[in-house]
């Protein structure tokens, strides 16, 4: 099927043309034999209605191109930026009111000797993390405790975990549909305080490392009385 465009220029092809012997009036009508043997009736136009009557064609299609309906994949895209959006800023608007916090309610403690990295009391602090440069640890908490503590933390700082924590939101706010993301984010952040432990037992003498058992299966059963 021929536009309307495409229509007009044929018939002013055949109202025009003179050099095989072909002349049609204008309002005379011709048969057009289109590809696949269909036919098509058109009428010549007229020599001064012919530009006019072609640019409201080309005029009309325009505007039927610019209306079409934005397709489901637009939208869909568009969701899910400023879904993509909308994370980030609810992440950081959390991240800046807990750092506020953190440093609203600490005190300072000491200084950690592998590191050199400040450690604060926290009086709601239900277990010892790391904190940008800072480690926060509760505020009753034993020194043999306090001790282990900063050995993890300092193992987190040393293993560059505050970088690949941001790493593993970002992942998981990218493919936030998918379930095998969320295992996977689930089971690296396993891995991460596995590594840690790991290397503050490769520190510890033989005497140190049952304590440091002990010690780790006191805070899950403290974060588990508190869940």
């Keep these: 099927i021929l536009t309307r465009a495409e229509k007009i220029r044929i018939t002013e092809s055949f109202a025009k043309d003179e050099r095989g012997g072909l002349e049609y ?3 005379d009508t011709a048969t057009i034999v289109l590809q696949g043997g269909n036919r098509e009736q058109m009428t010549a136009l007229s020599g001064g209605d012919s530009s006019g009557s072609y640019n409201d064609a080309m005029q009309s299609e325009e505007r039927t191109e610019q209306s079409e309906p ?20 609810l992440f950081a608007f959390v991240n800046i009111i807990f750092s506020m916090r953190c440093r609203r309610d ?3 403690l000491c200084h950690s000797t592998g590191c050199n990295i400040r450690v604060y009391r926290l009086k709601w602090a239900s277990t010892p993390f790391l904190h940008g440069k800072c480690i926060y640890v509760p505020e009753e908490i034993t020194e043999e405790a306090l001790r282990f503590a900063i050995l993890h933390e300092e193992a987190h700082y040393k293993h560059g975990d ?3 924590v941001m790493v593993r939101y970002g992942i998981l706010a990218l493919f ?10 689930k089971y690296s952040g396993y891995d991460c305080e596995l590594a840690c432990d790991e290397s503050v ?9 049952k304590a440091y058992g002990v010690c780790l299966l006191d805070s899950i059963k403290q974060s588990r009385s508190l869940a």
């Design 201 to 209: 037992l490769s520190r510890l003498q033989e005497r140190d490392r």
């Design 25 to 27: 009036a204008a309002g």
């Design 106 to 108: 600490r005190a300072y």
């Design 70 to 89: 934005v397709s489901n994949g637009a939208i869909l895209w568009t969701i899910y930026l400023c879904g993509l959006l909308g994370i980030g800023i």
């Design 176 to 185: 936030l549909f998918h379930p095998l993301v969320w295992i996977a984010f």
């Design 162 to 164: 505050s970088f690949w």
